[in-house]
């Protein structure tokens, strides 16, 4: 904001304010402690239309009452219209000084008082203009909330972005896209979880504070648990905890919810992010990616009635079945490295120096590949694909292909460019999960920090007979980006994580 733009903010701030004192000084509470709204805006537009199909002349007789804000006005000597808003919509209102109208006192508060931003009830019978839209024939209209603060102006809105996120509520009122992403972010989420019911699954909660994180290669937050004495983690994932439950017999769980990685931030990360994951006995990975096709799909098909998805200028089709590939295949098309000719980490970096390509250096070769694979591959992932056969390095809670023991059945779900989801025949052998949580805790301490800790919990849990296992997580995040046309998954955060201001680059 400009030094010039600024003052005017504060004299219209200074001006409100006046406004308030005004009010207050005639006897006008500026925000009262109730409000009595007998109809929403789309409720009273179609309680118009319905009259007008009946051949109703006029509008109909009920007394009606609308709540919103005020966003638009125009006055016009003795008759004033103005537009309110609600979270249904918007409606127009015509305010006249007459018999059939307002009194004097109450036009003047309108005109000299009222401001846009104002929250107000409004009461009178309904009707439609000469033009055609719907209208509210004002006879009585009070104040709800005084808004001190004007909003930006209407052509030109809030145009910078990190503003944007940081005043998310102004956001929300004045740009109505913003609000369309999170009623169908809200919408999707419904519907998954219909679906999930549907399919026998049971919703559950499991535990944010951890003794020991788990479930994903990921850094965690830290905290500490005073009463107790005793260091936590907000959690990375949900999984440990959900199989858990699989052991205990709950054959069908998901759940849907906040995981949290210290990582950094981009497009595609928030450190605070929304997952569903869901664990199914008796199933493998392949049942998994039936339950992702079918659950894209119908989300798709109820939310916005189509499974044709139109995504960052490509046109996406979810119509099961999707493709399956071997991840050795993908890294091979895209960059000519056959990474079963290199079984180690310095014979893939050699192929790797050779092609010319440029990938960070790792200290496995699992991770490595993973490298390649995120670099080189994963951008042409457009239409859905499932990625398969991953090394056992990077997945450590995955049970091993009986023909390739250096791999596991574990796949990634990719849409339009963006990894949607992971998947396992998850590992039930407790002596298998041991000697991993053992390697694991080998790479630690050559320096991965991200590398699994061991939960002793989890394998005494294994040791009491998990029986085969398919699990799933996908971010619910990537999925409303997905099917709401967004690149960043700031768009689809209501309030996501920025720097503080004034903080050091």
Not at 275 to 286: K, R, T
Not at 323 to 335: K, Q
Not at 395 to 400: C, F, V
């Given at each position: 904001m400009s030094e010039e733009q600024s003052q005017d903010s504060s004299d219209l701030f200074e001006q409100r304010r006046l406004k308030l004192e005004r009010l207050r000084e005639k006897g006008i509470d500026p925000y009262p402690l109730r409000a009595e709204c007998t109809h929403s805006t789309a409720e009273a537009i179609r309680m118009l239309e319905e009259w007008k199909e009946k051949g109703g002349e006029d509008g109909p007789p009920e007394v009606v009452k609308l709540c919103g804000r005020m966003m638009s006005v125009r006055v016009m000597g003795k008759a004033s219209f103005a537009h309110i808003a609600d979270g249904s919509g918007r409606f127009q209102t015509y305010v006249r000084l007459a018999d059939e109208g307002v009194d004097a006192e109450t036009y003047e508060l309108f005109k000299r008082d009222l401001d846009i931003g104002d929250i107000i009830q409004v009461e009178g019978t309904l009707f439609f203009t000469r033009t055609g839209e719907p209208s509210l024939r004002v006879t009585k209209l009070t104040l709800l909330a005084k808004s001190l603060r004007p909003l930006p102006e209407k052509w030109h809105g809030l145009k910078d972005v990190e503003?944007?996120?940081?005043?998310?509520?102004?956001?929300l009122i004045v740009n109505e896209d913003a609000r369309r992403v999170f009623v169908t972010r809200s919408?999707?989420?419904?519907?998954?979880?219909?679906?999930?019911?549907?399919?026998?699954?049971?919703e559950v909660e499991t535990p944010v504070l951890q003794p020991i994180y788990?479930?994903?290669?990921?850094?965690?937050?830290?905290?500490y648990y005073h009463a107790l004495?005793?260091?936590v983690f907000l959690r990375i994932a949900d999984e440990l905890y959900l199989k858990r439950l699989i052991v205990g017999g709950l054959d069908r769980v998901y759940e849907i919810c906040k995981d949290f990685r210290n990582e950094g931030v981009s497009s595609h990360h928030n450190p605070e992010f929304t997952?569903?994951?869901?664990?199914?006995?008796?199933?493998?990975?392949?049942d998994m990616m039936s339950l992702a096709e079918d659950a894209f799909s119908h989300v798709a098909e109820v939310v916005l009635g189509t499974v044709r998805v139109s995504y960052q200028g490509h046109e996406l089709d979810l119509t099961p079945p999707w493709?399956?590939?071997?991840?050795?295949?993908?890294?091979?098309?895209?960059?000519g490295i056959d990474i079963y000719q290199a079984p180690t980490v310095e014979l893939l970096r050699q192929r790797v120096e050779d092609q010319g390509l440029d990938v960070d250096p790792q200290p496995t070769r699992g991770s490595l590949v993973d490298e390649i694979f995120s670099e080189y591959v994963e951008p042409k992932l457009i239409q859905p694909t499932f990625i398969t056969d991953f090394p056992l390095e990077i997945?450590?809670?995955?049970?091993?292909k009986p023909d390739n023991p250096d791999l596991v059945e574990r796949f990634e779900l990719f849409i339009g460019g963006l990894e949607l989801g992971n998947a396992f025949s998850e590992l039930n052998d407790p002596v298998d999960q041991r000697e991993r949580f053992m390697e694991q805790g080998r790479q630690r301490e050559a320096g991965d920090d991200e590398a699994h800790p061991m939960d002793e919990d989890y394998v005494r849990a294994l040791e009491f007979g998990m029986p085969p296992t398919g699990g799933m997580g996908w971010g619910i995040d990537r999925m409303v980006?997905?099917?709401?046309?967004?690149?960043?998954i700031r768009e689809v955060i209501l309030f996501p994580h920025l720097r503080t201001k004034g903080a050091p680059s």
């Open positions: 503003t944007r996120y940081r005043q998310r509520y102004v956001d919408h999707i989420v419904a519907a998954l979880r219909r679906f999930m019911d549907s399919r026998g699954f049971i788990g479930g994903a290669m990921a850094r965690p937050f830290t905290t004495d005793q260091e997952q569903l994951e869901v664990y199914q006995a008796y199933a493998d990975y392949h493709r399956r590939l071997p991840m050795r295949d993908g890294i091979l098309e895209e960059t997945s450590p809670l995955a049970k091993k980006m997905l099917f709401t046309d967004q690149s960043s």
